[in-house]
């Protein structure tokens, strides 16, 4: 139980292994495409809903005009932020663990230990089913602050992985 | 010690009943009380008869609840599992295996106290809500369950890990409060946060009563204080001194029934804390468990030479706070005594130390200092109140605080230790072993990204410890440092 293999070694920080030139997976395009439609329906039906609102209520067409206007802004920024955040998006599974990159103004970097994680599970909604999505969250005890999701993984490669994580984990259980 | 008796189904003490009529009647006087003040305030002709009313169905209610409740739990050790079954209207049987088991602890009040029994709270890893308590066992019968469950789990380990706790280590006083150290405390308290913590509750009573009154007294209030508003200053020079000694008070109270007599001891396990002049509370934490060990003091602290020290468990994230073995006046010898327990031979090691970036100063200081500065100044030319731009008498004060926090926030890397440090007139250290880590994070905000910082956040099964404006290139070293030796290391985390 109490072998410490590694404690009293001299250790040349340079040989260790690092995160940063890793080669990241991308999510599915598919995110991106459900992410594009559900935040283009839910602009569309805010617009109608306030048109007609506005058309009731005898706004002046300014303030209608304007406040249409800034929706409508809001959406493409939205929409900019969904590419650009896509690009950012990444993991990478490593063999004693998985790195997950995200940010695209707000960069962060998570590192989950696979002799860390309590148990892994694989979550899909209805829309994501529809484009075979799903999400693989990984927890750990340090709490919700260091659970991991990763959204907009193929729901066969989640599985995989999945199952390769829970085969490191037992192995590492029986040493 | 009738162990037989721990195996067949039995109810607690019986002077439970007082205990959870007590707990009744506590409950359902807040509930009832605003409804009485306003019978008491519209009076009336039956005022008595309903005041009779009112006391009759408390005092009935509370009565027959507590002797059904007393008479409906029950507990009992069946196999690996504590059997409990309880409920006035829906029946709960609850089962919990010993291994899920973290901490038993005891509680005393001045009623238990008198009839020698003790408020057993047990808590079990996982959800929400897995706190079991018995209102009142016999202080015999509550040692023979706690004795059982950790040596039932500790027979659950691996037998190299049973030995160790045979191995009994004697008992070792480490820290043991004098009344002297109770008035230092009550001096060195955060009295700003008391402050809070007495408006809060003037402020509740008050809305209170005015919702049982049916009339505004902040308004009632705001009228008298209106005629007054010339002599303001006066009042403020004089409240100033009669609120600190209230506040004062108030505190020197407080840690007296908290902290009073308290004994913070090394056992054979871990440690144990037993404190509190009216409710005795005795906690205790397994060293394995023990993922954080947090030491601070503040400037009225420091003259005493005296520091709040913290150990915090692994535990559900909405009771690590609870479960902090906490003693608010420790001196450094002990604290080095603690260390040396928890991490053996921490004492010699010599660690790195690592600064943060110049930049982060600048950042406080603009952030802290300049731009609510700029914002008084637009609302006192908005609003022609010329006399606030004394704000800017804070400016110099928020270039001292950056200065402070650029120097304090530190981190110290030891190959098997970690020390993150913080503070601005107080200063915060905790302490934590590498291998106990669960995840690491780096981030970097657009700024920090475009200086080529980095934020680490290192996160712990008893919250997380992070250090920012590190570059980038340290950053990452120390991410890939921490990953290795966490991935390397073969022992469990707890």
Known sequence: ?175 | MKKSSLFKPQRQSIFAIILILLKMIRLLVKQVWPVALIIVVNGGDNLQLYLVLIVAAVVFFSLTGSIISYLKFTYYIKGDHLHIEKGLLRRTTLDVPFERIQTVDFEQNVVHQLFNVVRVNIDSAGSKGSEISFDALEMNQAQAIRDFILAQKASHKSSEDAEDVQQAEPEELIVHLSMWDLVKIGISQNHLRTAGIIFGFMWALMDNVSQALDMDVFDLLTDKAEAFVMGSIIMGLIAIPVFLFISFLYTLIRTVLRDYDLKFTKTSSGFKLVSGLLTRKEKSAHKNKIQIIAWSTNPIRQLFKMYHLKLYQAASVDIIGGKAISVPGCYQPQIDKTLNTVFPGVGEVVFEQHGIHPLARFRFILFAGLFPCLMFSAVALLAQNYSLFWAWLYFPLSIVMGQLYFRKRKLQLHQDYLIASSGIFGTKHKMLEIYKMQSVKLSQSFYQWRKDLATVTMYTASGDVSIPFIPIGKAQEIRDYLLWRIESDRRGWM
């Open chain 1, 1 to 175: 139980m109490k072998q410490q293999i590694f404690t009293n070694e001299q250790v040349d920080l340079s040989t260790l292994p690092s995160a940063d030139d890793l080669l990241y997976d991308g999510l599915e395009k598919n995110y991106r495409r459900l992410q594009y439609i559900i935040s283009v329906c839910v602009t569309t039906i805010a617009l109608i809903g306030m048109v007609v609102g506005f058309w009731m209520l005898d706004i002046p067409l300014w303030i209608a005009l304007s406040s249409v206007g800034f929706w409508i802004i809001i959406g493409i920024l939205k929409l900019v932020i969904i590419t650009k955040g896509f690009e950012h998006k990444g993991y990478a599974i490593r063999t004693h663990d998985l790195v997950y990159k995200t940010g695209w103004l707000y960069k962060k970097q998570i590192t989950v230990p696979f002799n860390r994680i309590q148990h892994v599970d694989i979550k899909q909604g209805i829309l994501e089913r529809r484009y075979r999505l799903s999400k693989l969250n990984l927890y750990t005890a340090g709490g919700a602050s260091s659970d991991l999701t990763i959204p907009g993984i193929n729901i066969e490669d989640a599985k995989r992985y999945k199952s390769f994580i829970l085969g490191v984990m037992e192995s590492d259980e029986e040493e």
